[in-house]
T-cell receptor, first 114, second 113 residues
Framework: DAGVTQSPTHLIKTRGQQVTLRCSPK?????VSWYQQALGQGPQFIFQ???????QRGNFPDRFSGHQFPNYSSELNVNALLLGDSALYLC?????????????FGPGTRLTVL | DAKTTQPPSMDCAEGRAANLPCNHS???????VYWYRQIHSQGPQYIIH???NNETNEMASLIITEDRKSSTLILPHATLRDTAVYYC??????????????FGQGTILTVHP
């Protein structure tokens, strides 16, 4: 039973560039949530996707956008990268868009913005 | 979601029980207590959750006080691999909540040989 997978593992970009991160949910799960974790901090919720729609959003600017595909996989896009976007980006999957199911996390993508 | 308070760090000897406290004095009736841990630079790992009864699984036990204002995560026989940041999260389950997790700073547990 495959767990949550994320790609790439590491990524280096320069300021102003755009980046796309990918996530495949755990088998049987249909909901994907994205989190940003700055160094030394706990993860911060970015948004959640269910039925290919953004269901809930945290306090992040519009530069952060996402997409969910019919197979439940998801992408996180960040435009006009800033140095402060350097972080570990985590994807978590669960079943259903309500808070009734446990979220399971992937290993994360380490983004470095130079 | 209710706020949680955890000690910033704790130490434990290998083989001994690790007891990690969490205060959630403003918890509501429909909020569960969840525990995750994060080993350095990895994704958070789900440990256990509960509403008001004590819970046990293969990883840990969760003891919730009768008034639900605090809880304790117990790792019965800590190993070096249990060294991690442990997060206590209070989370609404059901209703119209979409289930985001709100992480605090957590407790850094260091298990010593």
């Amino acid at each position: 039973d495959a767990g949550v997978t994320q790609s790439p593992t590491h990524l280096i970009k320069t300021r102003g560039q755009q980046v796309t991160l990918r996530c495949s949910p755990k088998s049987g799960h249909d909901t994907v949530s994205w989190y940003q974790q700055a160094l030394g901090q706990g993860p911060q919720f970015i948004f959640q996707y269910y039925e290919e729609e953004e269901r809930q959003r945290g306090n992040f600017p519009d530069r952060f956008s996402g997409h969910q595909f019919p197979n439940y996989s998801s992408e996180l896009n960040v435009n006009a990268l800033l140095l402060g976007d350097s972080a570990l980006y985590l994807c978590a999957s669960s079943l259903g868009d309500r808070a009734a199911d446990t979220q399971y996390f992937g290993p994360g993508t380490r983004l470095t913005v130079l | 979601d209710a706020k949680t308070t955890q000690p910033p760090s704790m130490d434990c000897a290998e083989g001994r029980a690790a007891n990690l406290p969490c205060n959630h004095s403003t918890i509501s009736g429909n909020e569960y207590v969840y525990w995750y841990r994060q080993i350095h630079s990895q994704g958070p790992q789900y440990i256990i959750h509960g509403l008001k009864n004590n819970e046990t699984n293969e990883m840990a036990s969760l003891i919730i006080t009768e008034d639900r204002k605090s809880s304790t995560l117990i790792l019965p026989h800590a190993t070096l691999r249990d060294t991690a940041v442990y997060y206590c999260i209070v989370r609404v389950v059901g209703g119209t909540s979409y289930g985001k997790l709100t992480f605090g700073q957590g407790t850094i547990l260091t298990v010593h040989p």
